[in-house]
């Protein structure tokens, strides 16, 4: 049980272009999902905490105008990187959390590169 | 606010040795959740083990044991009989409690990597 799904594992994109990455909980619910950055040898970096049905709260020095976060349902949660240029490339994760006991489980993650 | 410390950015233990990774945190709060994650080639996060603020019991899961010094705030892993498959990136993390506005929130260290020699 507690499996997280991320699609795409891996994107390319052309610079100004958007690209949508999504995180699914398949087999619970979850209240919160929590998108996280990465880049190689570092530690996770939290972007984002949603909740569905309200606007995702963001972490200082996140643009909420370009990584744009939906969690339209208690099963998925969206990441769009709007207008992304070479510097968004990264590695993306998302963690969806149960309400109870509130433990968090993480998707396998998404690759971006930008070109 | 709350910080997590890993200060070996990197380990390396000889197959079926110990290794203990060591983490240190800062918090003001009593109850609280501690964590320590593995990251593998595959970056998929596995949680290894954890442990909560008011067991004074150490967790222990298999190979993997903590040492937990709540007022020293000191939480290492240590790593029994070595495999390969242990090779990865571990991090430690702390929750946040879930009564306060960031509830739920994980912090994490820096992380350190971890080589298995044959």
């Known amino acids: 049980g507690a499996v997280v799904s991320q699609h795409p594992s891996w994107v390319i994109c052309k610079s100004g272009t958007s690209v949508k990455i999504e995180c699914r909980s398949l087999?619970?619910?979850?209240?919160?999902m929590f998108w996280y950055r990465q880049f190689p040898k570092q530690s996770l970096m939290l972007m984002a905490t949603?909740?569905?049905?309200?606007?995702?709260?963001?972490e200082q020095g996140v643009e909420k105008d370009k990584f744009l976060i939906n969690h339209a349902s208690l099963t998925l949660s969206t990441l769009t990187v709007t207008s992304a240029h070479p510097e968004d490339s990264s590695f993306y994760i998302c963690?969806?959390?149960?309400?109870?006991?509130?433990?968090?489980?993480f998707g396998p993650g998404t690759r971006l590169t930008v070109t | 606010a709350q910080t997590v410390t890993q200060s070996q950015p990197e380990m390396s233990v000889q197959e079926a040795e110990t290794v203990t990774l060591s983490c240190t945190y800062d918090?003001?709060?009593?109850?609280?959740?501690l964590f320590w994650y593995k990251q593998p080639p595959s970056r998929q996060m596995i949680l290894v083990i954890r442990q909560e603020a008011y067991k004074q019991q150490n967790a222990t899961e298999n190979r993997f044991s903590v040492n937990f010094q709540k007022a020293a705030k000191s939480f290492s892993l240590k790593i029994s009989d070595s495999q390969l498959g242990d090779a990865a990136m571990y991090f430690c993390a702390y929750r946040i409690p879930s009564l306060y506005n960031q509830g739920g929130k994980l912090i994490f260290g820096q992380g350190t990597e971890l080589s298995v020699k044959p």
């Open positions: 918090t003001s709060e009593s109850d609280y959740y």
């Open positions: 963690s969806a959390r149960v309400r109870w006991p509130y433990e968090q489980y």
């Open positions: 087999d619970f619910q979850a209240t919160t």
């Open positions: 949603s909740n569905e049905g309200s606007k995702a709260t963001y």
